[in-house]
């Protein structure tokens, strides 16, 4: 639910047709973003997450508290667990509060949960960009029946119902290394939406004189998918991307939220969020402040994506 | 027209079956014994082993896989002699947890989820539609940029965090909504209808977020090509210009979508049932999850699939029914 | 007195001037070729004429149509002229027409909108009576068929039949015959110029190739960067080209006698 198959087509779909002459699209497009506020606001958060996530265990050196660290003076045991202090106990001891009950400082907790996302999120827009590429590249390149058989197989994919069934999945799985099999289900999952709008540009550049011209003299099939059709997708595969991370975050803490995903103790934001739920009318900044830096961090994540394609594609929408 | 449809149907089956089939196998190689979650802790290996016999668990993969086609379509009966439980089509399998046939379990709950998805269609429906629309008449403008933003708020907050959130501010602090719980509609419509607010409202903003993006996109789009040039130098009036030339091309993309979007719902929305508990399809999966109770996962999975798959066939001749390019392509 | 008179027409987006103090005349009956290649502000100047400028566009300089400014008139009275006194021919009749209704409905759309009290049967009728007149055959039966179901060629004597439908006294037509095959190019300028005969409409032939101008118009304007590079007779301009700019658009021309008979030979016009 935190990433429809609308958001993504709608996403892809104005791409379709626009292919982007081979020049070097990274340049111009740090260029066209270094010149936006906007874009500059949300390269700036999600670089702070993704030091927060490299440097976690410096940063809780200096905050003071561990994020598995227990601190009943920080709580009111008579109270059922409520955080001391005005905002779920936010105080210069702990700068974001702490849990109930348990009194674990929110803060250090949402420095780690920053690598579960981080890393989840990455990896998996890792694997399926290259599972995305390969396959589309395959399809569009060589068509007939290879083309059918991806084809199926993406189709059948996109017809399954993904959430439910990688939660089952996740569920029914033994929850040691959790994080690679979330990456690696979110990716089964997730590659047949880049790899139609790769097959796709595929089939339209085969087409195109350059191609016909190097494969007339002589250049081998394989050596021209990566020398000629490669570099004239690169910005379609940039804008997917960008828009792929903040889905998969949102994926993975859905997963965490429902409890499928990172285990605990090892905090994530969706699992806090979790955690939070039976305290939302007592404790409100216990969900409050996980929530603030997911969607943050999502919303960063989509702005710079809509910036990229139109740094890329300047016509489409 | 009947070739293609055939060709659908039967694409669709294929499809259903394959996803059954993937979906069974996945579950009968990870899901712990059932005989053994039977048997419960006072268990000798005699009686795990009888209850296995009895229940055809120690039957092969794809013995046992026909069973559960052939209770899909024919029904089945769970064990033998007086403890027989006969669970008629379409058999989605039999919970030994709770003890009740799967199908039950859904049907039961399935009305409840269908409310949620259709009152949050209508929402995000016309919010998307108005939102795009009123962002595509003032592009570039303070309305514009304003709705976009909105947009992309709706769309970065997860809908968890945002049941939450306006729980906490409608429910606990203004107290302008009950405190959700489940009361038939029969008893205090009025109560139930209320109930539903913050559910409906939390499941469509993420949708209407999009559908106003796409909305707006397909509306500028259309605006832009020629046939609506034509439409204006034949000097038809700016009324008709829009809803003849612009809206109908515009907008029938998003009737599609949303049929997808729908029928996806209809499988049940887990997030949103879970935090308010809406005893739907969706609430009945994470509990499911929770106890491992792993037929009735298995069953949702199928279900969500199977509304999936027909929904798409459905949108599909919809969709062949207003674009007339398609239909021509059909009969062909 | 003329039909249509231009008179210092300019368009500017901002500080680009895409058309630059712009005149000529059109009697009634008469027939004028603006002749230039892209961007030399020709399709503009047509828009112009319609009161179809893109937003951002300023217009200045006088458009008298039947001593009407329509440069100065207020959208509802130009909607009234548009479309009914005016019509006008798009180059890719495919793109130009809506895949989502019938040409029938299409065609009739501009004659319903002009005409109170018109049925729908009435239109229809219309419409039947206008695709007979571009030569549709089975009018009556593809009356009722779909942009898609027609070939090019079919698809512009569509929109040409939708031009006519209210018998304009004056059609634009902007590289009507561009996105067409050679063969059905010359049908189509056949059909354009016999259409003028038949109705004594007026027509401004928009157009990049002098082949075509030298089919259907008497007088050429010759246009460049949104300047007027040379104004004449059709023959005048192809017997005896004063600037350059034309000499040079003739030579890119293929010399029109080399081409299929069909093609009448030079300044031949109607």
Redesign the interface.
Known sequence: ??I????L??AGA?DNGALVAATDPRRSVWHVLLRDPSAIACLVYIGIVVLMAIFAPLIVKVSGWGPYDFDQTAIDPNLGGIPLGSFGGISADHWLGVEPQSGRDIFARIVYGARASMLIAVGATALTTVLGVVFGLLAGYFGGRTDMVISRLM??LM???A???M???L???PADNRQYLLVLVISVFGWPYLARIVRAQTMSLKQREFVEAALASGASRTRLVFTEILPNLRSTILVMVTLAV?GYI?TE??LS????GVVPPTPSW?QM??S??GW??VV?TY??VP?TF???L??SF??LGDRVRSAVDPGG? | MTRYLVNRVLGMLL?LF??ALF?YM??FL??PDPAVQICGKTCTPERIDQIRANLGLDDPFPVQFLHFLEGLFLGRDYGTGASAVHCSAPCLGYSFQSAQVVTDMIVQRLPVTAVVAIGAAVLWLLAGVIGGLLSAVREGRFTDRFITALT??G???????LA??L??VF??QLQWLPFPQAVPFADDPGQWFLNFILPWTVLAI??AS??T??TR?NV??TLSENFVRTARAKGLRPHLVWRRHALRPALTPIVT?AG??FA?LL??????E??FGINGVGKL??DS??K?D?PV??A??LL??FF??VG?MVVDLLYSAIDPRVRAGATT | MSLLRVNDLTVKFGDVTVVDGLGFELPKGGSLGIVGESGSGKSMTSLAVMGLLPKGALCTGEISFDGIDLNTLSERRMREIRGDRIAMIFQDPLSSLNPYYTVGTQIAEAYRSHRSGVSRRAARQVAIEAMERVHIKEAGRRVDDYPHQFSGGMRQRVMIAMALSTEPELIIADEPTTALDVTVQAQILDLLAEVRRDTGAALIMITHDLAVVSEVADTVVVMRYGDVVETGSTEQIFSDPRHPYTQALLDAVPRIDDEIGDLRTLGGGS
């Open positions: 639910m935190s429809s198959s609308t958001e087509e709608a104005p189709e059948f017809a399954f119902p959430l439910i069934f939660i089952a999945v569920s029914a799985l903040p949102g803490a859905g939220f429902l409890g499928v969706g969020i979790s939070s739920v939302y009318s409100p969900f409050l929530g997911l969607a943050l999502v919303l989509m702005v929408r | 499809v394959l996803v979906t996945v579950f990870l899901s992309l708020g769309m970065s907050v997860p809908n968890y965090v939450l959130a729980q906490y429910v606990v993420g949708y999009s559908y993006r796409l996109a500028i789009d979508i997808m979007d996806g499988g049940g929305a887990l997030i949103t879970t935090v999966a994470a999850i929770t491992n792993q996962i298995m949702v999975t969500a699939a999936v798959v798409n």
